[in-house]
Structure formats: structure tokens, C-alpha cells
């Protein structure tokens, strides 16, 4: 089984899911998969897929009404990926501020 981290950045690796889940950020409310699937050129079954692995990752919370199913955005698990990635910041400023202070002292000496 991936972990939550791998599951997130399968997830908003591909462009297709990254835009579906935009214009449901984007609406502020469900979107249908019909409405969704309007706005691609592909299939229902391929935006379907997409979701899939957006819900998957919980970035996308699917309800059924009738015959029809509707998609509502869900951004807090980017805020793992947030973490993940400021972890990784602060490690390339440090890296970067040392090797800085190693070169000027370096020319100093």
C-alpha cells in the first residue's frame, strides 16, 4: 500500500486531475461528474478515473443524489504535502547560507 504522501503527489502530479480539482476549488461547491467531464476532451470514464485517484488521496469527497454524482474539493491534505515540502526548504536555505558563508570566508582567508 502507498503511503499518504505518495497517494497526494500521485495524485497532483497529473494536469488532468490537477485542473479538475482547481475548478472545484475554483465553483466553491459539487460539481457534477457531467459537469466536470463538459469541460475536458475525454471520456466520462477517463475524467472518472481522475477523480477516483483524487478521492483516493481525499482530495475529493464524492456524494451520490439520484442517478448522479457530484464532487466537492477537499485542500487540507495538500497541507501534508506543505509540510513535506517546507521541511525541504529550509534544508536548501540552510545548504545554501553555509555554502555562501564557506565561500566568503574562503576569499577572506
Known amino acids: 500500500?502507498?503511503?499518504?504522501?505518495t497517494t497526494l503527489f500521485?495524485?497532483?502530479a497529473d494536469?488532468?486531475?490537477?485542473?479538475?480539482?482547481h475548478a472545484l476549488v475554483i465553483a466553491s461547491?459539487?460539481?457534477?461528474?457531467?459537469?466536470?467531464?463538459n469541460q475536458f476532451e475525454m471520456t466520462r470514464q477517463g475524467v472518472t478515473k481522475h477523480i477516483k485517484t483524487l478521492e483516493d488521496a481525499?482530495?475529493?469527497?464524492?456524494?451520490?443524489?439520484?442517478?448522479?454524482?457530484f464532487c466537492n474539493a477537499n485542500a487540507k491534505p495538500l497541507k501534508e504535502l506543505s509540510k513535506w515540502m517546507t521541511f525541504y526548504e529550509q534544508f536548501w536555505d540552510n545548504s545554501l547560507d553555509n555554502l555562501d558563508h564557506f565561500l566568503n570566508t574562503s576569499k577572506d582567508a
Open 10 to 12: 500521485k495524485a497532483v
Open 58 to 69: 481525499g482530495l475529493v469527497h464524492l456524494d451520490t443524489k439520484g442517478r448522479e454524482r
Open 29 to 37: 461547491s459539487a460539481l457534477s461528474i457531467t459537469q466536470i467531464s
Open 15 to 21: 494536469p488532468t486531475r490537477r485542473e479538475i480539482f
Open 1 to 5: 500500500m502507498q503511503d499518504r504522501l
